[in-house]
């Protein structure tokens, strides 16, 4: 009983010895008597003892792997270090664990390889600018080159590209002066903004001034008219007047019924305002040339 119990014993540990539990987001590539058996993925599985062995365990995440500055030489014979971050994530752990021995050793070779052949093609100006360029098309060589791997590359991304010392300075030289060049840019054209604002101002300013001038010579005009109108009206109704104050003074004489005396004494009045004036020739009516003699005498009884 007791080597029975001991024995069951020995075969209980040897069976949860093999169970094998996979966590999420990994697998397990099992051998059985050194070949390839199976892919356990996550969940509960089960080894056969001596048999089964478990060769490679394997994450199923993106991982993130930065390689050291790698020595480019451009189109133009500048020598530049570049590194690059590559976003990787095992699909296939079979091809991962058979398809090439140390995997990063090599995504690394074939990256700084892959970056010196396009950098090869491009200027400095050009590698400098065109960074989503140079990521693209590393990104799709080595995604078809990692295929045979189990190796899916996602993204890679150049870190940094640093140019020599001398090729810094001039850069930093020519970007002062880019920056020196759009400053007098700006202010030239702040200038010439200004000088046209003045120049509008000006020119408004004056057209104002004709206008408030036009405007004036039209009021001033218009009151002398008016002056002149009422001036016409004052002296139409002054003539108005008098000769309605005529009319009315020989209405009275017609209503008087005057003698031959009298009208003649009226026809001397008018005579003697005539001879007051600046005539120089006087033209006496025959009707009153008998009574000349009257004239003083009648001056001086009208007085």
């Given at each position: 009983m007791i080597w029975a119990a001991i024995l069951l014993l020995v075969i209980l540990v040897i069976i949860i010895a093999n169970i094998k539990i996979v966590p999420q987001a990994q697998a397990y590539v099992v051998e059985r008597l050194g070949a390839y058996h199976a892919t356990f993925s996550t969940g509960v599985h089960l080894t056969i003892p001596i048999i089964d062995r478990v060769a490679k365990r394997i994450s199923l995440k993106e991982a993130v792997v930065d390689f050291p500055p790698q020595p480019v030489i451009t189109k133009d014979n500048v020598t530049m270090s570049i590194d690059t971050v590559i976003f990787y994530r095992v699909v296939d752990p079979k091809l991962y664990t058979y398809g090439v021995e140390r995997p990063m050793m090599a995504i690394e070779n074939l990256t700084a390889t892959t970056l010196r052949?396009?950098?090869?093609?491009?200027?400095?100006?050009?590698?400098?600018?065109?960074?989503?360029v140079i990521n693209s098309n590393i990104t799709a060589i080595l995604d078809d080159a990692t295929d045979a791997w189990g190796i899916k590359i996602n993204r890679v991304e150049l870190k940094n590209i640093m140019p020599p010392r001398e090729i810094q300075d001039s850069m930093e030289k020519q970007m002062k002066a880019e920056r020196e060049r759009r400053e007098k840019i700006l202010q030239a054209e702040g200038e010439k903004k200004s000088a046209i604002l003045v120049a509008e101002g000006r020119k408004a300013s004056a057209i104002l001034e004709a206008?408030?001038?036009?405007?004036?010579?039209?009021?001033?005009?218009?009151?002398?008219?008016?002056?002149?109108?009422?001036?016409?009206?004052?002296?139409?109704?002054?003539?108005?007047?008098?000769?309605?104050?005529?009319?009315?003074?020989?209405?009275k004489i017609n209503e008087a019924n005057p003698g031959e005396g009298a009208l003649?004494?009226?026809?001397?009045?008018?005579?003697?305002?005539?001879?007051?004036?600046?005539?120089?020739?006087?033209?006496?009516?025959?009707?009153?040339?008998?009574?000349?003699?009257?004239?003083?005498?009648?001056?001086?009884f009208l007085k």
């Open positions: 052949n396009i950098i090869g093609e491009l200027e400095l100006d050009a590698t400098l600018t065109s960074r989503d206008e408030a001038e036009k405007e004036a010579a039209i009021l001033r005009a218009e009151a002398v008219k008016e002056a002149k109108i009422r001036e016409a009206e004052g002296e139409a109704e002054a003539i108005l007047k008098v000769r309605t104050a005529v009319a009315e003074g020989i209405t003649r004494i009226k026809a001397l009045e008018a005579f003697e305002r005539a001879a007051d004036g600046n005539a120089t020739k006087i033209i006496i009516p025959s009707e009153i040339q008998g009574i000349a003699g009257l004239s003083a005498s009648v001056k001086e």
